[in-house]
């Protein structure tokens, strides 16, 4: 604690809660005090970080009802508010502004109480959690001939602006049972978000269902792709191949008919001017 150690200190009950907020969000800490009647001149309030490791562990005080920023570490300058509004009733959670993966850390809140002496009336503690949800995943596979049952074929599965990094699950739905991927690469961007892409490489099967699945733990978030076989065999390759015929020669039809009404329109425009002219000469 940075608080002075010559303050006579009582057992609290201490309380504990974990926040989880979104990359870039404003975070709020609770610390909530139930007692009535409180008189803010008497109390001292201190937000502070759980970690002796750490060099500067002040992150907001409240002084007889007053910010105190003399000790504030820099990290946490003009990034925390307290609810001026809420202080009388004993609600001094703290707001943090555009939280950041450094931000993710354990946090203490300390209510002191000076009277004849100085006592801890009531602490909490607050972990802070980041999270940001993964896009859908995009799963694309191979559109396979009939022979190509045995031979390995490869599936690529992405997904990005998610955080922390998730767990990537490749399922076989047949039997859902999990396949080892290929490749997994998870690539950090500047705003702390990740991205991922991983490919799936196996031997092809009559009847493939694959899976492709992105967890997000913290967000409890658990999103998938499936890629069910698209097969091509001979009839459904000729089929295809008479519907496109098919609808080349109905184009071509249509383009003839076309030109010809086209033809007949300037033959008549044609006739109808050499009428008009003919008329005007014998009239002189």
């Known amino acids: 604690l940075f608080f002075p150690l010559s303050l ?34 008497n109390l001292r309030v201190y937000w502070q970080i759980v970690d002796d490791q750490e060099e500067c562990s002040v992150v907001h005080t409240l002084i007889s009802g007053q910010d105190n920023e003399s000790e504030q570490c820099i990290h946490f300058k003009n990034r ?40 801890v009336i009531y602490q909490a503690e607050v972990i802070l959690s980041l999270a940001a949800s993964y896009s859908q995943p995009i799963l694309s596979g191979p559109i396979r001939n009939s022979d190509s049952t045995g031979e390995e074929v490869t599936f690529s599965c992405k997904s990005g602006n998610g955080y922390p990094k998730p767990n990537v699950y490749w399922i076989n739905k047949t039997d859902n049972s999990h396949l080892h991927p290929s490749e997994l690469k998870i690539t950090p961007h500047t705003d702390g978000t990740y991205s991922i892409f991983s490919t799936l490489k196996v031997k092809a099967t009559s009847n493939m269902e694959i899976e492709c699945s992105i967890e997000n733990k913290i967000l409890r978030e658990n999103l998938s792709a499936n890629y069910t076989e698209q097969k091509q065999n001979n009839g459904s390759s000729i089929e295809s191949h008479k519907n496109l015929e098919k609808n080349r020669r109905g184009a071509q039809a249509a383009g003839i008919i076309s030109i010809v009404i086209l033809m007949g329109i300037i033959a008549v425009l044609s006739c109808w001017l050499w009428r008009q002219r003919s008329s005007k000469l014998r009239s002189y």
Request: contains cysteine; proline residues 0%.
């Open 8 to 41: 006579y200190l009582v057992v609290i009950a201490l309380e504990e809660k974990m926040i989880i907020s979104k990359l870039g969000d404003n975070a709020t800490l609770s610390c909530i005090y139930q007692e009535r009647d409180l008189h803010l001149k």
């Open 80 to 119: 925390t508010r307290l609810f001026q509004d809420r202080l009388g009733n004993g609600d001094f959670s703290l707001l943090l502004l555009n939280v950041s993966q450094s931000d993710e850390r354990r946090y203490k809140c300390v209510v002191l109480q000076k009277t004849e002496y100085t006592r």
